[in-house]
């Protein structure tokens, strides 16, 4: 059973910095993407940044420059580092994988922008 387990958000004050985790489990980790996705409160929603299967990374244009994704393969969890946080950040933000060709998600981790 894939299980996908996020945390490591909050509520911080813009220009202050979060790391998101997300624990997977049920799949392969090193033969996955992992993505980050969020939902805005008008709720739309975003691909924010990915870290592939063949290491290329992918960051969307609101956070380039501001954001790490990385992965801990020992410890099969990927990470978010965000900085310099803005209040247009604020949003639910999903960890979603892609294994076996399908599309599987996390319940979401809250980060609120103030």
């Known amino acids: 059973q894939v299980q996908l387990v996020e945390s490591g958000g909050g509520s911080v004050q813009a220009g202050g910095s979060l790391r998101l985790s997300c624990t997977a489990s049920?799949?392969?980790?090193?033969?996955?993407?992992m993505n980050w996705y969020r939902q805005l409160p008008e709720n739309n929603c975003e691909l924010v940044s990915s870290i592939n299967r063949d290491g290329s990374l992918y960051y969307a244009d609101f956070v380039k420059g501001r954001s790490t994704i990385s992965k801990g393969n020992t410890m099969n969890t990927a990470y978010l580092q965000m900085d310099s946080l803005k209040s247009e950040d604020t949003a639910q933000y999903y960890c979603?994988?892609?294994?076996?060709?399908?599309?599987?998600w996390g319940q979401g981790t809250q980060v609120t922008v103030s």
């Open positions: 979603v994988a892609l294994a076996w060709g399908f599309n599987y």
């Open positions: 049920g799949f392969t980790f090193d033969d996955s993407d």
